[in-house]
T-cell receptor, first 110, second 113 residues
């Protein structure tokens, strides 16, 4: 059974702080790793996609991947109230069959 | 901004009835997906579709489910005989050649009574 686990949350951070979201996965054959943001009542929105070990930065977002530890994280710098949402981690072997985690709810306090 | 559209936004049906959920993916995309999300639970992959055929499906996607791309633009999910436990939000998604081009539609809320 392929599993993806995330911090249960909710995670609360003050505006301007760094939010750190973590994800572990069980399938060592996973090749692609995704972070989505889902606002309440809305569909997921892809934020980051990473497939190589190390860091990948896009604006205020940095994804970090460590395949040996089966761990992927998302850092949000200078957190804004508009970042308040549920963050979903997903992994895929070949970009076809995605396995999602349960999500971590982030609340950024003004 | 490219957009995936889905219709209807909400479908109510009786147990045992057939439903068809419709999606219009982004026009130059190559990969198409259906997911579902039961209220308060995680997103679950159902099926992926590439080159006019199913490329991968999950255990959830049993014989009650089918997908079609009937006219090169629409992408449909059919549930032949709905069950109460099929009640969920169904999301369509499409992706181009790079998976960082993946976009979700707004979803269809299916309620089976």
């Amino acid at each position: 059974q392929k599993e993806v686990e995330q911090n249960s949350g909710p995670l609360s951070v003050p505006e301007g702080a760094i939010a750190s979201l973590n994800c572990t996965y069980s399938d060592r054959g996973s090749q692609s790793f995704f972070w989505y943001r889902q606002y309440s009542g809305k569909s997921p929105e892809l934020i980051m996609f990473i497939y190589s070990n190390g860091d990948k930065e896009d604006g205020r977002f940095t994804a970090q991947l460590n395949k040996a530890s089966q761990y992927v994280s998302l850092l949000i710098r200078d957190s804004q109230p508009s970042d308040s949402a549920t963050y979903l981690c997903a992994v895929a072997r070949d970009g076809q069959n995605f396995v999602f985690g349960p999500g971590t709810r982030l609340s950024v306090l003004p | 901004e490219p957009e995936v559209t889905q219709t209807p936004s909400h479908q109510v049906t009786q147990m045992g009835q057939e439903v068809i959920l419709r999606c219009v993916p982004i026009s130059n995309h190559l990969y198409f997906y259906w997911y579902r999300q039961i209220l308060g639970q995680k997103v679950e992959f159902l099926v992926s579709f590439y080159n006019n055929e199913i490329s991968e499906k999950s255990e959830i996607f049993d014989d009650q489910f089918s997908v079609e791309r009937p006219d090169g633009s629409n992408f449909t999910l059919k549930i032949r005989s709905t069950k109460l436990e099929d009640s969920a939000m169904y999301f369509c998604a499409s992706a181009g050649t790079g998976f960082d081009e993946q976009y979700f539609g707004p979803g269809t809320r299916l309620t089976v009574t």
